[in-house]
């Protein structure tokens, strides 16, 4: 299917802060995608030239195959939800929702049957004549979501809207969002800055730091296969060490070979290694493929998150179904596919000057 909305080259300057750096990207409709990033990245800078409230600086906007970069919000196909809600306080449910229609002057029997309909999606069903002021801030939220699809946009932009939710709400509202968009069959756009967010809603994320989209793909692309350390470390804990491919399927780290499944680098590549701490079993000192000594433990509800380190002091996260104990020497174990590789992306000159140090130590120590 084509394309809803493209960028090309797309850049936004503030003054002389370059807040977005030459993004391309790709929206097709029907899907649910998501913008995940730390704070300051350029999420809702992005947000806000999709929905029209921002021009670029460079790079073009395209909607449907149409350059649409100054096109006013009002005459785009798309809706904001925005991350404080913006619901009119003067104003009941039923004419909060209905707001859009109205503005468009559609009658009022059009209105009540949208409307209706509307806060039968978000639940809310009987609650067009309260006051937003008697209502919580999950069905504020939903209030704001009923308003911006009544406008029937082809394109829902969402600015973090769960972020104010507590955590059984905010469970709850991901589960609902995502059924809604898979009823409407419309495109969302989400915004985050909660990976497990990310993860659990979407079918396609973009990971953004410092201006720029990092890397692109399915949740499982990005979580077994983060570009860069960066990524690893956003998308959930992980253990980070240095290595060295020899050679295909085989790896060195901490002094020791391990048979793992990826391959095509070149011979004693650097890479960082990554280890999910989930992916981590402990098991006794003699089987186990590294040893570490615990020096934490908390339970979560279905494991317990232990911290450890190994004797060259490096630290590790591991999630396990057993207790240990504080101070006890362990074995941790995992499988060859556990072991994801990162390529370090250095310029010619760093990679051979790391290759032939790293050639040096191996004969020092033999
Ligand atoms: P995010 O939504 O990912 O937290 P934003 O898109 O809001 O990030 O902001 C990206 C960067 O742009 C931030 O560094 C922010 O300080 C900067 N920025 C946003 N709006 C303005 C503005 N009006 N003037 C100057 N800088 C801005
Ligand atoms: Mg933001």
Same mark, same amino acid.
Do not use: C
């Given at each position: 299917?084509?394309?809803?909305?493209?960028?090309?080259?797309?850049?936004?300057?503030?003054?002389?802060?370059?807040?977005?750096?030459?993004?391309?990207?790709?929206?097709?409709?029907?899907?649910?995608?998501?913008?995940?990033?730390?704070?300051?990245?350029?999420?809702?800078?992005?947000?806000?030239?999709?929905?029209?409230?921002?021009?670029?600086?460079?790079?073009?906007?395209?909607?449907?195959?149409?350059?649409?970069?100054?096109?006013?919000?009002?005459?785009?196909?798309?809706?904001?939800?925005?991350?404080?809600?913006?619901?009119?306080?003067?104003?009941?449910?039923?004419?909060?929702?209905?707001?859009?229609?109205?503005?468009?002057?559609?009658?009022?029997?059009?209105?009540?049957?949208?409307?209706?309909?509307?806060?039968? /999606?978000?639940? @809310? #069903?009987?609650?067009?004549?309260? %006051?937003?002021?008697?209502?919580?801030?999950?069905? =504020? &939220? $939903?209030?704001?979501?009923?308003?911006?699809?009544?406008?029937?946009?082809?394109?829902?932009?969402?600015?973090?809207? /769960?972020?104010? @939710? #507590?955590?059984?709400?905010?469970? %709850?509202?991901?589960?609902?969002?995502?059924?809604? =968009? &898979? $009823?409407?069959?419309?495109?969302?756009?989400?915004?985050?800055?909660?990976?497990?967010?990310?993860?659990?809603?979407?079918?396609?994320?973009?990971?953004?730091?410092?201006?720029?989209?990092?890397?692109?793909?399915?949740?499982?692309?990005?979580?077994?296969?983060?570009?860069?350390?960066?990524?690893?470390?956003?998308?959930?804990?992980?253990?980070?060490?240095?290595?060295?491919?020899?050679?295909?399927?085989?790896?060195?780290?901490?002094?020791?070979?391990?048979?793992?499944?990826?391959?095509?680098?070149?011979?004693?590549?650097?890479?960082?290694?990554?280890?999910?701490?989930?992916?981590?079993?402990?098991?006794?000192?003699?089987?186990?493929?590294?040893?570490?000594?615990?020096?934490?433990?908390?339970?979560?509800?279905?494991?317990?998150?232990?911290?450890?380190?190994?004797?060259?002091?490096?630290?590790?996260?591991?999630?396990?179904?057993?207790?240990?104990?504080?101070?006890?020497?362990?074995?941790?174990?995992?499988?060859?596919?556990?072991?994801?590789?990162?390529?370090?992306?250095?310029?010619?000159?760093?990679?051979?000057?790391?290759?032939?140090?790293?050639?040096?130590?191996?004969?020092?120590?033999?």
């Amino acid at each position: 299917m084509g394309a809803i909305i493209e960028f090309k080259g797309v850049a936004l300057t503030y003054g002389a802060t370059e807040v977005l750096k030459a993004i391309n990207l790709t929206i097709e409709p029907g899907k649910f995608y998501t913008l995940l990033g730390p704070s300051g990245s350029g999420k809702t800078t992005i947000l806000r030239l999709m929905a029209g409230f921002l021009q670029p600086s460079a790079g073009n906007i395209l909607f449907e195959g149409q350059q649409i970069n100054t096109v006013p919000p009002e005459k785009r196909k798309v809706n904001t939800v925005f991350q404080n809600y913006a619901l009119f306080p003067n104003l009941n449910v039923y004419d909060n929702v209905a707001f859009g229609m109205t503005i468009k002057g559609k009658s009022p029997a059009e209105k009540a049957a949208k409307v209706d309909e509307m806060l039968h /999606l978000v639940k @809310l #069903d009987g609650y067009g004549q309260w %006051e937003i002021s008697e209502l919580s801030g999950g069905q =504020q &939220q $939903r209030v704001a979501i009923a308003r911006a699809l009544a406008n029937e946009p082809e394109v829902l932009l969402l600015d973090e809207p /769960l972020s104010a @939710l #507590d955590y059984k709400l905010r469970k %709850e509202m991901q589960r609902e969002l995502r059924s809604i =968009q &898979q $009823r409407l069959g419309i495109t969302f756009i989400f915004v985050t800055h909660d990976q497990e967010e990310a993860l659990a809603m979407s079918d396609w994320i973009f990971v953004m730091n410092d201006g720029k989209i990092v890397q692109n793909g399915s949740p499982v692309d990005i979580y077994d296969e983060p570009i860069n350390h960066f990524v690893a470390d956003f998308i959930g804990e992980s253990n980070i060490i240095p290595g060295v491919m020899k050679k295909d399927y085989l790896v060195s780290f901490l002094g020791r070979d391990f048979e793992n499944v990826d391959g095509g680098m070149r011979p004693n590549e650097p890479v960082e290694v990554v280890l999910r701490p989930e992916d981590l079993d402990i098991v006794s000192e003699e089987a186990g493929k590294l040893v570490v000594t615990i020096d934490d433990q908390s339970f979560r509800g279905d494991y317990y998150e232990i911290s450890a380190h190994d004797d060259d002091l490096n630290q590790w996260q591991i999630q396990a179904t057993n207790p240990v104990e504080i101070g006890q020497r362990a074995g941790l174990y995992f499988d060859p596919e556990d072991i994801h590789i990162m390529r370090l992306h250095e310029d010619e000159a760093a990679f051979d000057a790391r290759i032939e140090q790293y050639v040096e130590d191996e004969q020092d120590e033999n």
